[in-house]
């Protein structure tokens, strides 16, 4: 049973790059078809869908971020990575990592971290 | 692309049915069979509850239901009981250059 676990600074400077990275265990991140999705939560908010990453290295961002986002993986270390740059308040959320079977089934998840954009 | 459709609040008392709509339009929710619902319990992380429309992971209670009917997805909980209390959210698949689409979550109360 995966289990996903994100981690990464909780305060970022505004225009400042966010960089997370999401730890996979109880499997290899490389064995079968899933994507590896990045989504956040503002608070009291709904959810965004940020963007994915295939084991191949491929990616798929929403566009409203596209500019600012790169989403990574690195199978030797079972794990991805998310960076968003030129940040600012409106980016404080609740980043959670997510295994994506590319059909829009988010399972499972991990246990989400709060960033904060503030100086 | 805006998020899709849902209502802000609903509620129930125990034992009660309820539904949750979820409405888009033809570039997501009705031109794709790829609905998913998630419930998220305050300070936790979303958990998957129905996916590709209608189908239930292992361990989600069959009380928990999906339907779509056009561009309306809908979640129907039955025999409402105490834990349902959360909020709910509905995803879609929205096309090869949006690709994922959230609604913006309806409240549930279990009165």
């Known amino acids: 049973q995966a289990q996903l676990q994100e981690s990464g600074p909780g305060l970022v400077k505004p225009s400042q790059t966010l960089s997370l990275t999401c730890i996979v265990s109880g499997g290899s991140i490389s064995n079968g078809n899933y994507y590896w999705s990045w989504i956040r939560q503002p608070a009291g908010k709904g959810l965004e869908w940020i963007g994915r990453?295939?084991?191949?290295?491929?990616?798929n961002y929403n566009p409203s971020l596209k500019s600012r986002v790169t989403i990574s993986v690195d199978t030797s270390k079972n794990q991805f990575s998310l960076k968003l740059s030129s940040v600012t308040a409106a980016d404080t959320a609740v980043y959670y990592c997510?295994?994506?079977?590319?059909?829009?089934?988010?399972?499972?998840w991990g246990q989400g971290t709060l960033v904060t954009v503030s100086s | 692309q805006s998020a899709l459709t849902q209502p802000a609040s609903v509620s129930g008392s125990p034992g009660q049915s309820i539904t949750i709509s979820c409405t888009g339009t033809?570039?997501?929710?009705?031109?794709?069979?790829?609905v998913s619902w998630y419930q998220q319990h305050p300070g936790k992380a979303p958990k998957l509850m129905i996916y590709?429309?209608?189908k239930r992971p292992s361990g989600v209670s069959n009380r928990f239901s999906g339907s779509k009917s056009g561009n309306t997805a809908s979640l129907t909980i039955s025999g409402l009981q105490a834990e349902d209390d959360a909020d709910y959210y509905c995803?879609?698949?929205?096309?090869?250059?949006?690709?994922?689409?959230f609604g913006g979550g309806t409240k549930l109360t279990v009165l």
């Open positions: 990453v295939y084991t191949s290295g491929s990616t």
């Open positions: 033809s570039s997501d929710v009705g031109g794709y069979n790829l």
């Open positions: 997510a295994r994506d079977n590319g059909l829009e089934r988010f399972d499972p």
């Open positions: 590709e429309g209608s």
């Open positions: 995803c879609s698949y929205a096309g090869s250059t949006t690709f994922v689409l």
